[in-house]
T-cell receptor, first 114, second 112 residues
Framework: KAGVTQTPRYLIKTRGQQVTLSCSPI?????VSWYQQTPGQGLQFLFE???????NKGNFPGRFSGRQFSNSRSEMNVSTLELGDSALYLC?????????????FGEGSRLTVL | GNSVTQMEGPVTLSEEAFLTINCTYT??????LFWYVQYPGEGLQLLLK?????DKGSNKGFEATYRKETTSFHLEKGSVQVSDSAVYFC???????????FGTGTSLTVIP
């Protein structure tokens, strides 16, 4: 069974540009979450989607947005990039949410902003 | 609110040494607790979990017990191997399971 797939794996952008990252969850998983991972902050929750609806959002500015499609694939977008947006962006999918829900992570998209 | 605090790293141990990585949490209600591991160049993967007080999660020789009285979920392994070198994250999920909260991660290096 294929795992969570994230594309692209690596990308370099300059300040002010925008970027779109893609995530294909495990087949059958309807919940997709996004996290930002940086060395000093660990994993910071961005948002979570279930059946095309954003159910939770972390404490990030409006430049960070996302969406989920009917096939559960998800994209996140960051506009007007800043140097501090350089990070590993991780996507995770889940079959069910609830007290025993387990997150399955992709390998991440490493964004470098110059 | 919900939060997780885990011991600062990095941690360096010799092979076959005993490992403890401390994790404490703050949560409203009764969360589920998890340890995730991230090997170099990979995403996170679940190591073990516990869903209620006094539960013990175990996997690959690692163990952690959900201690409600001390709000802790410390990770232990009796004898580490070089292949255990990775970053370990403690996490909790709220009762709805819709949002996870992660610690900052503890880097472990095991030397032969």
């Amino acid at each position: 069974k294929a795992g969570v797939t994230q594309t692209p794996r690596y990308l370099i952008k300059t300040r002010g540009q925008q970027v779109t990252l893609s995530c294909s969850p495990i087949s059958g998983h309807r919940s997709v979450s996004w996290y930002q991972q940086t060395p000093g902050q660990g994993l910071q929750f961005l948002f979570e989607y279930f059946s095309e609806t954003q159910r939770n959002k972390g404490n990030f500015p409006g430049r960070f947005s996302g969406r989920q499609f009917s096939n559960s694939r998800s994209e996140m977008n960051v506009s007007t990039l800043e140097l501090g947006d350089s990070a590993l962006y991780l996507c995770a999918s889940s079959l069910v949410t609830g007290i025993t829900g387990e997150l399955f992570f992709g390998e991440g998209s490493r964004l470098t902003v110059l | 609110g919900n939060s997780v605090t885990q011991m600062e790293g990095p941690v360096t141990l010799s092979e076959e040494a005993f490992l403890t990585i401390n994790c404490t949490y703050t949560a409203t209600g009764y969360p589920s607790l998890f340890w995730y591991v991230q090997y170099p160049g990979e995403g996170l993967q679940l190591l073990l979990k516990a869903t209620k007080a006094d539960d013990k999660g175990s996997n690959k020789g690692f163990e952690a017990t959900y201690r409600k009285e001390t709000t802790s979920f410390h990770l232990e392994k009796g004898s580490v191997q070089v292949s255990d070198s990775a970053v370990y994250f403690c996490a909790l999920s709220d009762r709805d399971g819709n949002q996870f909260y992660f610690g900052t991660g503890t880097s472990l290096t095991v030397i032969p």
